[in-house]
């Protein structure tokens, strides 16, 4: 069973919690912070690719990365 997606203010707020940088996680991710910040800000749908993946691993989306 998937676990409930998050909102986008969901997943700045674990940020905080954490005292990590969106560029400290996208790296150790392997993402472009460009990348993760434009998921973050909704002009990147994550719908395939990159954006796909860094939308599932925030929580933001429902899916598989493979």
């Known amino acids: ?14 940020f905080d919690r954490r005292g990590k940088s969106v560029r400290d ?4 991710h392997g993402f472009s912070d460009r ?15 990159q954006t796909h ?3 599932v691993l925030l929580g933001l989306k429902d899916g598989v990365v493979e």
């Open 53 to 55: 993946k860094v939308a």
């Open 25 to 28: 996680w996208a790296r150790e």
């Open 1 to 14: 069973m998937s676990q409930p997606t998050k909102s986008i203010d969901d997943v700045r707020r674990e």
């Open 35 to 49: 990348i993760v910040y434009e998921v973050l800000r909704g002009r990147l749908k994550g719908r395939r690719g």
